[in-house]
Nanobody, 120 residues
């Protein structure tokens, strides 16, 4: 699975952005997808994931503001980001992997990052 992320940029606080991640290969429909981010000086963190069946899970800091979705016909996963805050500034990475019993998600594949900067 190869992943190509896009859609990052500079946005003012309170604004919105939508990230896209195009996946190659025939496994897209059967694989879970996620988005992680890494802010300067911080560890990379998983912020959202979606199963092949559309079940979603979010990290607390983005819950209610970010929405992950997938379009299996386009082999694409999206991250709609609303009410953006300066602390959302980070490099965002899409990933793909498996969800195990109990809901744990472990990415096996990573795309290149896309920079999101929230600043006035």
């Amino acid at each position: 699975v190869q992943l190509q992320a896009s859609g990052g940029g500079l946005v003012q606080p309170g604004g919105s952005l939508r990230l896209s991640c195009a996946a190659s290969g025939s496994r897209f429909r059967t694989i879970a997808m996620g988005w992680s981010r890494q802010a300067p000086g911080k560890q990379r963190e998983l912020i959202a994931r979606i199963t092949s069946g559309g079940n979603t899970k979010y990290e607390d800091s983005v819950k209610g503001r970010f929405t992950i979705s997938r379009d299996n016909a386009r082999n694409t996963v999206y991250l709609q980001m609303n009410s953006l805050k300066p602390e959302d500034t980070a490099v965002y990475y899409c990933n793909a992997g498996a969800v195990y019993s109990g809901g744990s998600y472990f990415p096996d594949y990573w795309g290149q990052g896309t920079q999101v900067t929230v600043s006035s």
